[in-house]
């Protein structure tokens, strides 16, 4: 009986609108990823084609902008700008609009100190859909938000990989765990979507402003 959840059901706006506690988060573990794929798995699943963007807030957060709004950002058939486009942070994080390199952060920064200790790129074997058998591969770790808006194609990407244990994403999030590695619902999604799909991050110009393509 959250004040949130009074929020959402007295003011639904028209929408489908569904409830749920299913998870006990515990910060900067990665149980901070569970709600947020969770949300996702039902996303590609029982709302399959339903749907034109995936937004993850925070429980304190709410969208200032109308559904209305937020489509003709989204929504490729009206050439929304931002359609076609994960975003994964935001011009108010000191990862600016991209992804950031765990290098790229001053040595003396809390977030590269942290990953550096074991080590800062991750060392994987795993397989692709096909087969192929991938040995020793180095995984550069990238710094994004928890807060993020995702397409389609790459919400069923990661759903589906995450169903097989030797794929990438699989093996990634088992790293995570396996080292204990903190902030890592601000790392698994920025860091494979660097890796396999980086032509969906947001291009910027050389002041890391966002340019509309």
Not at 8 to 13: F, L, N, Q, R, Y
Not at 79 to 84: I, N
Not at 113 to 127: C, F, I, T, V, W
Not at 161 to 173: A, G, T, V, Y
Request: net charge negative.
């Amino acid at each position: 009986q959250s004040i949130l959840k009074q929020e959402i059901e007295a003011c639904p706006c028209g929408s489908h609108v569904e409830v749920a506690s299913v998870h006990n988060a515990s910060w900067s573990s990665w149980s901070m990823n569970l709600p947020t794929l969770w949300g996702m798995n039902k996303a590609v699943t029982e709302y399959s084609g339903k749907w034109d963007v995936f937004i993850n807030l925070s429980g304190d957060t709410l969208p200032v902008y109308t559904p209305d709004r937020v489509a003709k950002l989204f929504g490729a058939q009206v050439g929304g700008p931002l359609a076609g486009i994960n975003f994964v942070t935001s011009s108010a994080c000191e990862t600016g609009l991209v992804p950031t390199a765990i290098g790229e952060f001053p040595k003396h920064w809390h977030k590269r100190g942290h990953y550096s200790q074991n080590p800062d790129k991750a060392r994987l074997e795993y397989m692709d859909d096909d087969g192929t058998r991938h040995q020793n591969v180095t995984l550069e770790i990238y710094f994004g938000s928890q807060w993020m808006s995702l397409q389609p194609d790459w919400c069923s990407y990661l759903i589906a990989q995450l169903e097989r244990p030797d794929s990438l994403p699989s093996r990634f999030r088992h790293y995570l765990i396996e080292t204990e590695k903190l902030m890592t619902d601000e790392t698994f999604i920025p860091t494979l979507l660097m890796h396999l799909f980086p032509e969906t991050i947001p291009k910027v110009d050389e002041d890391y402003r966002f340019v509309n393509n």
